[in-house]
C-alpha cells in the first residue's frame, strides 16, 4: 500500500526544530511542520523562502490609491464638472483623503488575496489531517511530516531516523 508521508509527534518547540534541522541536514527537503503556536526559527529550520507579501500589498495600496484619485479626476473633469466657490476643478488636496482610503482598501484585498495564493488556499482536503497526531483529540502536537515523494525518502529509515531523534509517536499518513 502507498503512503504520503510518515508523521512524527515531538514533545515540544525545541525538539521539534531541532529534528527539522538534522532532517534537513540529512537530505529531506519535503517536509512540513505543525505547531499549536508559531514557533521561533521553524520556518528557518524547514528552509522556507523569504515571503513576497509585503510587494503584493504594497502594489495593491499603490493600485487602489491610484484608481481611487483617478476615478475622483474623472468624475470632476470630465463627467460632472462643477466650479464650487471659485476653485478649480482639480482640487487635490480634497481628493488626497479619499484616495488614502482607496489605498487602504486596495492593500487590505492584496493582503487577502495574496495570503490565499501564498498558502495555496483553499485548499479543502489534505492527506496529513487524516491521521491521529493532528486531531482536535490530540490536543496540541508538535508534528513533522515528510511527503514520500522526498528524494530522501524511505518508509523504514525515515521511521527508524525519526524514533532516534525522540520522536514520542511515529505513524504512516494514507494518501
Known amino acids: 500500500m502507498t503512503c504520503f508521508g510518515i508523521i512524527a509527534s515531538f514533545s515540544g518547540p ?3 526544530v531541532e529534528a527539522v534541522r538534522r532532517l534537513r541536514q540529512a537530505g529531506y527537503r519535503r517536509m512540513d511542520a505543525f505547531s499549536p503556536f508559531p514557533v ?3 520556518a528557518e529550520a ?14 495593491g495600496a499603490l493600485l487602489g490609491a491610484g484608481a481611487t484619485y483617478g476615478l475622483i479626476l474623472y468624475s470632476v473633469l470630465a463627467d460632472y464638472p462643477i466650479n464650487a466657490g ?6 487635490w488636496p480634497a481628493f488626497i483623503v479619499l484616495a ?7 492593500a487590505a484585498l492584496a493582503a487577502f488575496l495574496g495570503m490565499l ?9 489534505h492527506p496529513a489531517f487524516n491521521s491521529t ?6 490536543g496540541g502536537n508538535f508534528c513533522i511530516l515528510i511527503e514520500a515523494g522526498d528524494p530522501a525518502f524511505d518508509r523504514e529509515k525515515t521511521t527508524s531516523l525519526l524514533r532516534r ?3 514520542r509517536e511515529v505513524a504512516e499518513v494514507d494518501p
Open 14 to 16: 525545541d525538539p521539534l
Open 40 to 42: 521561533e526559527g521553524l
Open 46 to 59: 524547514l528552509g522556507m523562502a523569504p515571503t513576497r507579501l509585503p510587494y503584493i500589498v504594497l502594489a
Open 86 to 91: 471659485g476653485r478649480g476643478l482639480h482640487s
Open 100 to 106: 488614502f482610503e482607496g489605498g487602504i482598501l486596495g
Open 117 to 125: 495564493a501564498a498558502n495555496g488556499l483553499p485548499q479543502y482536503y
Open 133 to 138: 497526531l493532528l486531531s482536535a483529540e490530540a
Open 165 to 167: 531523534m525522540g520522536a
